[in-house]
């Protein structure tokens, strides 16, 4: 039910959906580990020599999985890992790359250009992806492919192309002990789940708070830089509302310049969300709180939220989770199906699936 009462617009199952979050990353997870390694086991190796390097393409919710994916993975493969978002493949990507190519729809136009160009590169690729275009170049391309579950929008598969992804690097030998940190994940989210479902729990209170007011949502490094890209991303399409998003120390360096003019506007139409976590440099944590402390004075309200976990990948899904249910609160409060996206289904016949 709504805030008010009345049934709650939900034509697509949205809400159920981001529930499934721990069970959608452990599906993908054992989709992925009963397929052929993409590099011979336990080597890092392809045939004909070793793999010198890992891109990772993908678009909006994929290119979000890329970078989760670069942050649990990158300091600890001995080859360096390229997300690569747009149409141009880097020169660098060749015969000696394994390339994944994420799409929930498998019609992402800029992946399936950077694909088709990965494997003319000769570059060895895994598709992570539904059914679609991209399904279809990794089959004629003899390509593993880990078929993704079902979900209603693109968007919801952000845990499967995540996991999936990660699996398939330990599969190839340049990754270890993923499976128990999938595991240890979706245990903490089952719990936290319960948690901010809720009517009343953290979710649905920050939505209130937030209200008509445009979120502004700030994440420190690594896991909540992250998170605030979601949040934001969530809010547009879930709330089909304005929200905006900036990283911390990025944000002390020039945004942090912007406030001096408009504060009678702004404090009307602002909400600060202030996200943290435990594994941020102590350096950041100092200069968060007074970056908050600032703002206070231009913003409707300042709402600090710090992140649950003992790694930086629970992190990142605890936080994602709880914003996503803050943006599916939100779409309630006003009415709102957080299933269709009709704006951006007519820019995508016009030219292009963003997913």
């Not at 990142?316 to 951006?344: E, R, T």
Request: net charge negative.
């Amino acid at each position: 039910m709504s805030p008010g009462g009345a049934p709650r617009l939900d034509s697509l199952g949205m809400w159920d959906a981001a529930a499934g979050l721990p069970e959608q990353l452990l599906e993908a997870a054992a989709l992925a580990a009963d397929l052929p390694p993409p590099v011979e086991p336990g080597t890092g190796r392809r045939r004909g020599g070793p793999v010198l390097g890992v891109a990772v393409l993908g678009s909006g919710t994929a290119a979000l999985a890329g970078d989760a994916l670069a942050m649990v993975a990158g300091d600890a493969m001995a080859v360096p890992l390229q997300v690569v978002q747009g149409f141009r493949l880097p020169a660098f990507v060749g015969p000696d790359w394994l390339v994944l190519a994420l799409s929930a729809s498998g019609e992402t136009d800029e992946t399936l250009c950077t694909a088709n160009a990965a494997l003319e590169a000769g570059a060895r690729m895994v598709a992570v992806t539904g059914a679609g275009a991209l399904a279809g170049l990794a089959a004629d391309a003899g390509s593993v492919t880990v078929s993704l579950p079902d979900v209603p929008q693109p968007r919801v598969a952000l845990g499967a192309m995540l996991a999936a992804a990660l699996t398939m690097l330990e599969r190839g030998g340049l990754l270890a002990g993923i499976g128990g940190t999938l595991g240890s994940c979706a245990a903490h989210l089952r719990r936290r789940r319960d948690e901010v479902v809720a009517g009343n729990g953290p979710a649905a209170d920050l939505a209130r708070r937030i209200g008509g007011t445009v979120p502004l949502v700030y994440g420190t490094e690594g896991p909540a830089e992250l998170a605030a890209r979601r949040w934001k991303a969530q809010v547009n399409e879930n709330a089909k509302a304005p929200a905006f998003w900036a990283s911390e120390p990025g944000a002390f360096h020039d945004e942090a310049a912007g406030w001096g003019l408009h504060g009678d506007v702004t404090r009307q139409l602002l909400t600060l969300v202030s996200l943290r976590h435990a594994g941020e440099h102590p350096w950041l944590a100092s200069r968060a709180a007074r970056l908050a402390d600032t703002l206070l004075e231009v913003v409707a309200d300042v709402l600090e939220v710090r992140a649950a976990g003992e790694d930086d990948l629970t992190r990142f899904l605890d936080l994602a989770l709880l914003g996503d249910f803050v943006s599916l609160h939100l779409a309630a409060s006003h009415g709102v199906d957080p299933g269709p996206v009709p704006v951006v289904d007519e820019l995508a016949a016009a030219g292009g699936v963003i997913s």
